[in-house]
């Protein structure tokens, strides 16, 4: 049964994904085979550039992501066209923001009250003890700018707690798979504020070929495997290349 309301609905994104679905196809099929081979140990897994530059000239998204006028963080896909570029025009840096490298203190703070290290975290949310259950609930209102009812849903005056909705089942994931499994290239942990920078959303989806090559140089080339395997695209796309990754992790 489907009849758990969305906490936060994804409207913007699910706009795009419907009437941008040939570009952002044809763009996959590119950025995918390009980052396949890397994935297979192919000989220019050396070059981080490889999908950007199939697609168009590759500028560092470290510069000034708000620089065209979109503050990041706004939603730019929702202006009632889905955003939507020309197929082959070019290509407009991301306004998503770079990966945040450093996590920040009060998150670290806020683990540490139930002696919980970024490097050593359980693998699974299952496993936290109700201490440092809260203390991570707390560190998640921190990393997403939000609070308890980002996630989880009111019943009446109160918050059910036990309701499972999408948001939490899509937070054990992010919690097991990326944080769990993902690392900065240096070695060091990464948290949920990595990515998040205190936004639920914050991936600019206006251009998904913009989005690719911001993808490619954050998520692809700033982090690593745990597991020492080669990291690409396909390590959360997976192989053929599957764009809203998310839709399965709601359910
Ligand atoms: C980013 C999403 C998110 C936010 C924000 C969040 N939670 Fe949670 N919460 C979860 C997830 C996921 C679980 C399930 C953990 C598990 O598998 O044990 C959970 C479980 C819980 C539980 C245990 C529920 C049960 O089944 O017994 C409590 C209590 C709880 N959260 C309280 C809070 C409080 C209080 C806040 C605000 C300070 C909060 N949560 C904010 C995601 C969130
Ligand atoms: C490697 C990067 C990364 C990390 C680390 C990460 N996330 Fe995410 N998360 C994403 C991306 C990308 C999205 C999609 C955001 C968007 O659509 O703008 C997302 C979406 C979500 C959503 C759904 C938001 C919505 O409104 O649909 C939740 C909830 C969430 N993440 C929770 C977490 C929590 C909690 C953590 C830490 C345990 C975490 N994430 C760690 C990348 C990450
Ligand atoms: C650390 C995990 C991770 C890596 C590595 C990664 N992505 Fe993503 N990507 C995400 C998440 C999470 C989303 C949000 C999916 C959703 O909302 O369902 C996303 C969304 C996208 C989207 C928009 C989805 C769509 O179909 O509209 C594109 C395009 C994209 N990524 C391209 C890439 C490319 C190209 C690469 C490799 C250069 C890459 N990504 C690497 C996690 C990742």
Redesign the pocket.
């Known amino acids: 049964m489907r009849c758990t309301p969305r906490i936060q609905a994804r409207t913007p994104f699910a706009s795009c994904l419907s009437s941008c679905s040939r570009w952002s196809l044809a763009l996959s099929l590119t950025l995918a085979a390009a980052s396949s081979t890397a994935a297979c140990g192919g000989s220019d897994s050396t070059s981080p550039d490889s999908a950007g530059t199939q697609t168009a000239p590759t500028e560092p998204a470290t510069g000034e992501p708000t620089a065209n006028g979109t503050p990041a963080g706004e939603k730019p896909g929702s202006n009632g066209d889905g955003g939507q570029p020309p197929a082959d025009g070019p290509i407009t840096p991301s306004t998503t923001p770079p990966l945040q490298l450093e996590t920040d203190k009060a998150i670290v703070d806020a683990l540490a009250v139930a002696k919980l290290d970024l490097g050593a975290l359980p693998a ?5 003890n ?1 201490r440092q ?2 203390a ?3 560190s ?2 921190l ?2 700018g ?7 849903s009111k019943s009446g005056d109160q ?1 059910d ?2 309701v ?2 999408p ?6 994931k ?2 097991s798979e990326y944080v769990g499994k993902l690392k900065k290239k240096d070695g060091g942990p990464i948290y ?1 504020d990595s990515c998040h920078q205190k936004k ?1 959303k914050f991936l600019d989806t206006a251009d998904n070929r913009s989005l690719g090559v911001w993808m490619k140089e954050n998520f692809v080339s700033k982090l690593a495997r745990k597991d020492g395997n080669s990291h690409a695209c396909s390590t959360c796309h997976g192989s053929p290349f599957n764009g809203p990754i998310l839709d399965a992790w709601e359910k």
Not at 124 to 128: R, T, V, Y
Not at 146 to 152: A, L, M, N, V, W
């Open positions: 699974s949310l299952a496993e936290l109700p259950r809260s991570v609930m707390k998640f209102t990393a997403l939000t609070t308890c009812e980002g996630c989880h918050i707690f036990k499972e909705t948001n939490i089942k899509v937070t054990k992010m919690w949920c639920m």
